[in-house]
């Protein structure tokens, strides 16, 4: 089978991350017998420095064209100044509404020889394996009006959070059908004694749980999420929740994993159903960590996840998204690491990692 792929790398440490990540999708071509038809284009402030934009319409043209974006990540310093037009992350945020991905799909998986690289002592994240749904396209991150005023009195800025009924709806629907595919626990964050929008989240979310009987949901106030999610992570399976609550809690819950560097994320347009392919945007969590861009030390495995997810969920191969999965956790099982989950000790590069990925790779036993 043969399929087009996009390649957005970015900035910062995205293109060295992504550049593994497509190295071992073409190792995939000869064990499986696929054609992987590779596209790169610019984003963010490296589009910005050689474009005068974020993304050029024949960027965004070419992701939607293609059967799955690959992303790695857009920002630094460099293009930092907060009274600019224009800035690098304003690339994702058009790339999420053109292509209409609303639910950003965050596996949080603790595996048990990284038990030791965590903050977090080992016997409290022990078997952690959550799924969070973050809504994407709507709240505070789009609403209107957004802006700065300046007045004789001083200067003031407005956010604004807007939820309809339908863009809940349709991100509870994926957490619920996830829930199902699992334990059939859903928690769905809010913060419904303060923010209406949360009223409104909380009054749909126990609506729609009458379609789903077996799910047993439960309303988690944001505050009491981030705390109970360190102090005893294990009693979530789905955790669903707004754009900006989602954003902030799943990046607390990379810490869980030892680091941010491991964490995948989908983003999808619709439910994720085995064996149905659904265009999706797939970018690791963590950004473009400017401090160490372009020394070779960058963990690849949270986009090599993502090009996992990309096979299972966009192309619909499951057996090569689990051969991919097998051959990361064979590696970490095999004691390789990057520096971030070293803990101190002896690290490979982020080529080297790559390298050890596609050593591992085969069918199942």
Request: glycine fraction near 10%.
């Amino acid at each position: 089978m043969e399929f087009d792929i996009a390649v957005l790398g970015g900035d910062g440490i995205g293109p060295e991350v992504t550049e593994q990540s497509v190295k071992v999708l073409k190792s995939l071509e000869n064990l499986f017998g696929h054609r992987f038809n590779v596209e790169e284009g610019d984003v963010g402030g490296a589009s910005i420095d050689k474009h005068g934009t974020p993304v050029k319409a024949e960027v965004l043209d070419m992701a939607s064209s293609a059967d799955a974006v690959l992303f790695g990540a857009v920002g630094g310093p460099k293009w930092d100044d907060p009274s600019a037009s224009m800035r690098p992350e304003d690339a994702i945020l058009q790339l999420r509404a053109h292509l209409g991905v609303f639910a950003n799909i965050r596996p949080v998986k603790v595996y048990p020889w990284l038990a030791d690289s965590s903050v977090i002592k080992a016997s409290v994240i022990k078997d952690v394996d959550l799924v969070m749904v973050r809504e994407l396209t709507g709240g505070l991150y789009y609403g209107l009006p957004k802006e700065r005023i300046e007045t004789p009195q001083g200067i003031s800025a407005v956010d604004t959070m807007r939820y309809s009924d339908v863009e809940i709806n349709r991100i509870l629907r994926v957490g619920f059908e996830l829930a199902m595919s699992r334990q059939k626990k859903l928690a769905s964050v809010d913060k419904a004694n303060v923010l209406e929008c949360s009223r409104l989240w909380r009054q749909l979310a126990t609506q729609m749980s009458e379609d789903y009987p077996e799910v047993q949901l439960e309303h988690v106030l944001v505050d009491s999420c981030a705390m109970q999610l360190i102090q005893q992570p294990t009693r979530f399976d789905v955790i669903v929740a707004g754009n900006t609550f989602g954003d902030i809690l799943t990046d607390e819950a990379s810490v869980l994993a030892s680091s941010m560097g491991m964490l995948p994320s989908a983003s999808l347009s619709d439910v994720p159903v085995a064996g149905r392919r659904i265009p999706g945007f797939y970018e690791p969590i963590h950004g473009t960590a400017p401090d160490i861009a372009g020394k070779g030390v960058a963990n690849p495995i949270g986009s090599i996840l993502c090009m996992a997810m990309m096979l299972r969920y966009s192309l619909s191969l499951t057996e090569e998204a689990a051969c991919v999965e097998r051959a990361v956790d064979q590696v970490l099982q095999s004691g390789h690491r990057t520096a971030d989950v070293a803990g101190g000790g002896a690290a490979i590069s982020t080529a080297e990692m790559g390298d050890h990925v596609i050593a591992a790779l085969g069918p199942a036993e």
